[in-house]
């Protein structure tokens, strides 16, 4: 059973930084070909913010983020990891870890969700 458990969330003011943090267990990396890190605001349809292929690091960025977050992993904790700078308010959302999707930025192809970190910017 795959579990993904999200971390780091919380409140900045704009401008600042936050790194948030998904610890997979029971998930083998090499099986399909993406992880990633998507977002929904009150309202708002959940987008894909950013993921990593497993086997080469690729990665992708929605433009919304690019320039400002940086998508990364560490095979060794089985973590993956968001560093989000220069944040904004329009960036407050509920982040999610996700994986094993087949397309880099569509939700509807992963299989494995975590529960949600909340993140709020102020202006």
């Known amino acids: 059973q795959v579990h993904l458990v999200e971390a780091g969330g919380g409140s900045v003011q704009a401008g600042g930084s936050l790194r948030l943090s998904c610890t997979a267990s029971?998930?083998?990396?090499?099986?399909?070909?993406?992880m990633g890190w998507f977002r929904q605001a009150p309202g708002k349809e959940r987008e894909g913010v950013a993921c990593?292929?497993?086997?080469?690091?690729?990665?992708g960025y929605a433009d919304s983020v690019k320039g400002r977050f940086t998508i990364s992993r560490d095979n060794a904790k089985n973590t993956l990891y968001l560093q989000m700078n220069s944040l904004k308010p329009e960036d407050t959302a509920i982040y999610y870890c996700?994986?094993?999707?087949?397309?880099?930025?569509?939700?509807?192809?992963?299989?494995?969700w975590g529960q949600g970190t909340q993140v709020t910017v102020s202006s």
């Open positions: 990593i292929h497993n086997r080469d690091g690729n990665t």
């Open positions: 996700a994986a094993d999707g087949w397309r880099c930025l569509a939700g509807s192809t992963y299989d494995y």
């Open positions: 029971g998930y083998d990396y090499r099986r399909y070909p993406y």
